[in-house]
């Protein structure tokens, strides 16, 4: 059996620290797999059943990195490192300014007693006091074989401080300020990366503080406020206006609208009556409820999207593997070509420019800049998605969405509501109202369970139209049902049970044909004497269908409809939507086969219900599940629509388009930044004092550009 663990780590600087953690991990007896993502600063792990947790723990902090409990402690502890950073940054500027006056002195060749004293105890409090831990990482580093950014810092500000010391004994230019302004730089560089890169998972941070920690439960008739850890399913709980739904659960009593945006990105408050489903961490805003609990703790529907951002945010996506193929070599290599410019420039008798060059070289470099790339983009995009109701459940779904090039539509639940209602009330006569047709009609079928007569129960019911008592109820099987009111015998159903009740339907043939050719179902009512009307129930359109259909269109996709429904029906919807190819009347076993023919055409992505449409869902490139209720865990496909309507759908694509194309902007920037700023340093064109300090300011630049342009799709227009 396959144990899961997520640690959390702090003290990550680099790409190459969190390959260089997986690297010791993955020697530990029993482990499968495993996956340090550097941007949220967690690692991932599968192994056998017998593998302790405690011992992975160890191992990450024996190799120098910090392991927290992902709890108040992992936010009391990040708000310290923070604090921490900030404080270091601002004091190596402090004391590196004064460094600068003291260059300026020497150039001026008006230099002070005891200068070079100060500039030593100035510039080793800077490098060695307050870049400590940039040099231990690097030692530590060192000593397990592998090379992460810290050496590069700590081999950099070292190799100019010594110089400066060695300016003691023999005339040479003095390099402290370079050594101190690098570190202050680096310093400043990490204080705003940390910060950033704690911005990426801002969403995720969010939607957690979303819980409520109370609830208000019926105990023995009485009201009680327990812990949130303490309510059971099935127990009762009031929810007051303006007060979050502790958990999820089922109205029994009272009515009210909820705002709902937190979980599923819908602006408008949704209706909530006796038999609604109600999400939990949402907020009631007019009415008392009592909502009946049906999910807690890790089953509801808040910590399910929680657990499926993580697992989502955790996924590596194939573009991602080939950056960290060169990030993995990227410091070897720079120390490689710091070696052979120091190599190069003595040959040709340029001793300074080869230490100022090779320092260049080490400084200027940046793995962080390839290392954060894909994981901040993948991680703000996924959590900006799950703020809209849009669960990215596998990250590679971002880059496929990029090359789908047909999009499969199921017809019903994706393109119409899922259920009939009521679409046309049509008396015979002019004596005969709508409402009171609507009334014998609902009725007498509201003793009956077919869908169809549930459906004009429901119209009833919002049309605020009260039901009459009746008599001698009977279903007639496929044909509909009849009962007796006022002693009036009364009859709605098909033509047939018309005309085996011997009433006259001649007057409403133009009426029926019409309906059919709308594929909607006609219900004819009658008394015992004759036909007072008809009412037409379909399974009617989402309202924002059509419109998304040719947002899709305008896109560059090309759409069916897939469905089990007869063909009429299929093409009468797909006409109204603007969908040009059908494929109807197929099985829910057969839509795995048409989805593969489909694929030779190209990629495809389906879009259907999570569960029922399940193995198609799983066949596409892309399965997009129309989110049928909180139960979203059990759903196939790698994007789930929570809000089950199609401007989603519309959304979902835009976002990955959008992170997909950020993750390849971030990745152009990081290389073109290092094959363009290593080969500059290396030919001397930084070969002057201030080259290095520039060097730093450079490298600092090149990470946190990266960062912004992903935290940029906080704020895209979807």
């Known amino acids: 059996m396959t144990k899961k663990f997520t640690i959390k780590i702090k003290g990550m600087h680099c790409a190459s620290c969190a390959r260089n953690i997986e690297a010791q991990i993955k020697k530990h007896p029993g482990v499968y797999s495993v996956n340090v993502n550097f941007a949220t600063e967690q690692m991932f792990v599968e192994s056998e059943e017998a593998v302790l947790e405690q011992d992975l723990k160890k191992i990450v902090e024996q190799t120098g990195y910090k392991v927290v409990q992902e709890t108040s402690e992992e936010e009391e502890t990040e708000r310290k490192i923070i604090e921490q950073a900030k404080t270091r940054a601002i004091l190596a500027l402090i004391l590196s300014v004064p460094l600068m006056f003291t260059m300026v002195l020497m150039y001026l060749d008006r230099m002070f007693f005891g200068q070079l004293w100060v500039e030593t105890i100035l510039s080793f409090i800077v490098v060695y006091i307050l870049g400590w831990k940039t040099h231990i990482s690097a030692f530590q580093a060192v000593k397990r074989l592998y090379a992460n950014m810290d050496v590069l810092i700590s081999l950099g500000t070292s190799a100019a401080f010594f110089f400066g010391i060695a300016s003691f004994f023999v005339k040479l230019p003095v390099f402290f300020e370079i050594a101190a302004f690098i570190m202050a730089f680096h310093l400043l560089g990490r204080y705003l990366e940390v910060r950033a890169r704690g911005k990426t998972s801002e969403a995720l941070r969010e939607l957690l503080k979303l819980e409520s920690k109370t ?36 109205v029994i009593e009272g009515q009210s609208s909820v705002d709902e945006s937190m979980a599923t990105g819908e602006s408008m408050p949704v209706e909530k009556k006796i038999g609604d489903e109600t999400i939990g961490a949402t907020v009631n805003q007019y009415g008392v409820l009592k909502i009946q609990a049906t999910k807690i703790g890790k089953d509801t529907f808040l910590a399910q999207v929680v657990r499926l951002v993580e697992e989502a945010q955790r996924s590596r996506i194939p573009i991602q ?47 962080c800049a390839l290392g954060l790339a894909t994981p901040t983009a993948l991680t703000v995009g996924i959590g900006r998605g799950a703020r809209q109701g849009i669960l990215i459940r596998r990250g590679e779904a971002i880059e496929l969405m990029g090359k789908i090039k047909i999009i499969v539509l199921d017809k019903t639940g994706t393109l119409t509501k899922g259920k009939p209602s009521v679409t046309d009330i049509i008396p015979i006569n002019s004596k005969s109202k709508i409402l009171n047709l609507l009334q014998l009609a609902a009725s007498v079928e509201k003793n009956s369970e077919h869908p169809l007569g549930q459906a004009i129960v429901r119209k009833a019911e919002d049309e605020g139209v009260e039901l009459i008592d009746v008599e001698n109820f009977k279903a007639i099987f496929g044909k509909g049902v009849e009962a007796q009111i006022n002693g009036k015998k009364i009859l709605v159903g098909t033509k047939k049970l018309m005309e085996e009740n011997k009433i006259d339907i001649y007057f409403v043939h133009g009426t029926l044909g019409e309906l059919e050719e709308q594929s909607k179902t006609a219900m004819l009512i009658s008394d015992d004497k004759k036909v007072l009307g008809v009412i037409a129930v379909a399974d009617t359109l989402k309202e924002d269908a059509k419109e998304a259909v040719q947002a899709l269109h305008k896109m560059g996709f090309k759409t069916i409809m897939l469905t089990g429904d007869n063909e009429k029906t299929a093409k009468a919807i797909a006409n109204q939507v603007g969908i040009k190819e059908v494929i109807a009347e197929v099985l829910p076993g057969e839509k795995v086969e048409v989805i593969k023919r489909l694929q030779k055409q190209g990629l495809v992505a389906m879009t259907g219900d999570g569960i029922n449409d399940g193995p198609a869902l799983t066949q596409a490139d892309v399965g997009i599940a129309i989110g049928t209720g909180t139960d979203i865990a059990t759903e196939a496909g790698e994007i789930t629509l929570v809000r089950g309507d199609l401007s989603s759908l519309v959304q979902a694509i835009k976002l990955s388009r959008a992170t997909f194309k950020t993750i390849r902007q971030n990745l152009f920037w990081a290389f073109f930044y290092n094959t363009v700023a290593i080969p500059m340093a290396a030919f001397g064109i930084l070969a002057t004092m201030l080259g290095p300090i520039i060097a730093a300011g450079a490298m600092v630049f090149s990470s946190l550009s990266v960062v912004a342009n992903s935290l940029r799709l906080r704020k895209i227009k979807l």
Not at 221 to 249: A, F, N, S
Not at 340 to 356: E, K, N, P, R, S
Not at 357 to 366: D, E, G, K, R
Request: proline share 5%; with cysteine.
């Open 215 to 250: 609830a208000r439960i019926l105990v023995d008739g009485q009201e009680k406020e327990v812990l949130i850890e303490e309510v059971k399913v099935g127990d009762i709980m009031i929810i007051r206006p303006g007060e979050k739904i502790p958990t999820d659960g089922k």
């Open 321 to 367: 593997e080939f950056a960290d193929k060169v990030t993995s070599y990227f410091v070897p290599i720079v120390l490689v070509i710091a070696l052979l410019t120091i190599v190069g420039w003595l040959i040709v008798g340029q001793w300074f420019v080869a230490i100022v060059a090779a320092i260049t070289v080490l400084i200027i470099a940046c793995p």
